[in-house]
C-alpha cells in the first residue's frame, strides 16, 4: 500500500495504528453528555434546549468537540477537518439524544482563537448543505488556523421543526 492508496480512503489516510482501525459511524447516534471518543476529535452534547412556537419547534443544541491533529502531518490538516466535520454533521443530524428539526437550520463556530464567532450558511443538513458547510469551514481555518490546536471549539446547532 502506498500513500496514494491512504489518499483515496478517508478513514484510514494517516499511518498510525490508531486510526487506521476507525470504525465507520452508524445509527443510532447518541451522543450525550459523555464524550464520544474518535480518532481525529472527541465530541459531547452540551446542552440541548427546545422552545415552543406557534408554528414550529426551535431545537437548539451546543456540542464541545476537541481536535486531536497530534499524528496528522500538516499537509493533511484539512483534509482530515473535512473528514471531521463531516462526522459532526452525521452525528448532529442523527443524534438520537435531541430532537433535530429539519428546516431554518443554523450553525455557528465559537473558539477562544476566533475574535467573533462564524456563523455559517444556513442548509439542509444533506450532502450539498454539507458540501457547502465544508467549504465555509476550509476558507475560515485557512485565514485561522489556530483553530485547529483550539481545545475550546463548540459548534451551536439550531434548527425548526414543524407542528405536524
Known amino acids: 500500500m502506498n500513500d496514494n492508496d491512504l489518499d483515496n480512503d478517508s478513514?484510514?489516510?494517516?499511518?498510525?495504528?490508531?486510526f487506521l482501525n476507525l470504525k465507520r459511524l452508524v445509527l443510532p447516534i447518541?451522543?450525550?453528555?459523555?464524550?464520544?471518543?474518535?480518532?481525529?476529535?472527541?465530541?459531547?452534547?452540551?446542552n440541548n434546549r427546545i422552545s415552543t412556537g406557534r408554528n414550529f419547534n426551535v431545537c437548539l443544541s451546543n456540542y464541545e468537540i476537541q481536535l486531536n491533529f497530534e499524528n496528522?502531518?500538516?499537509?493533511?490538516?484539512?483534509?482530515?477537518l473535512k473528514f471531521v466535520f463531516s462526522e459532526v454533521f452525521f452525528i448532529i443530524a442523527n443524534n438520537s439524544s435531541v430532537s433535530v428539526g429539519t428546516q431554518h437550520i443554523r450553525l455557528?463556530?465559537?473558539?477562544?482563537?476566533?475574535?467573533?464567532?462564524?456563523?455559517?450558511?444556513?442548509?439542509?443538513?444533506?450532502?450539498?448543505?454539507?458540501?457547502?458547510?465544508?467549504?465555509?469551514?476550509?476558507?475560515?481555518?485557512?485565514?485561522n488556523e489556530n483553530?485547529?490546536?483550539?481545545?475550546?471549539?463548540?459548534?451551536?446547532?439550531?434548527s425548526c421543526k414543524p407542528h405536524i
Open 11 to 18: 478513514y484510514g489516510f494517516i499511518l498510525h495504528e490508531r
Open 147 to 158: 483553530i485547529l490546536i483550539d481545545d475550546t471549539l463548540k459548534i451551536f446547532f439550531c
Open 108 to 143: 455557528a463556530l465559537t473558539a477562544e482563537s476566533l475574535k467573533t464567532p462564524i456563523n455559517l450558511q444556513s442548509v439542509e443538513l444533506n450532502d450539498i448543505g454539507v458540501k457547502v458547510l465544508l467549504s465555509e469551514i476550509e476558507r475560515t481555518v485557512q485565514s
Open 30 to 46: 447518541n451522543v450525550n453528555d459523555n464524550w464520544l471518543d474518535r480518532a481525529y476529535y472527541k465530541i459531547r452534547l452540551q
Open 72 to 80: 496528522v502531518p500538516p499537509y493533511k490538516f484539512l483534509k482530515t
